[in-house]
């Protein structure tokens, strides 16, 4: 899948209407581009003060928390790190 350089807000693909089930059809050129079929699982969040809708695929947020966790051990180490050389450095400061 090719990546875009767009802004924070993304592309609009048009319009769809909510059916009296609470059901939305999501535009063909969107299914096509994000790669979503049916039976694709969406997370559904809510945005712009409670008046917009933002749907991700699960596996990309799966994706997303495998890259954080695999990262939690060198951000642990960093903190660990930084609270050593603030304990060591406290007190060294301004004692002329």
Aim: proline share 2%; with cysteine.
């Amino acid at each position: 899948m090719e990546k875009r350089n767009e802004q924070v807000i993304g592309r609009c693909f048009g319009t769809t209407v909510v059916g009296p089930r609470g059901q939305v059809v999501i535009p063909v050129e969107a299914r096509k581009e994000i790669e979503v079929e049916a039976g694709s699982k969406l997370l559904v969040f809510g945005h712009f003060n409670g008046q917009g809708l933002i749907f991700v695929k699960v596996e990309v947020a799966e994706e997303l928390l495998n890259i954080m966790s695999s990262k939690l051990d060198e951000v642990a180490r960093v903190v660990r790190e930084s609270k050593t050389s603030d304990v060591g450095s406290s007190g060294d400061d301004d004692h002329s």
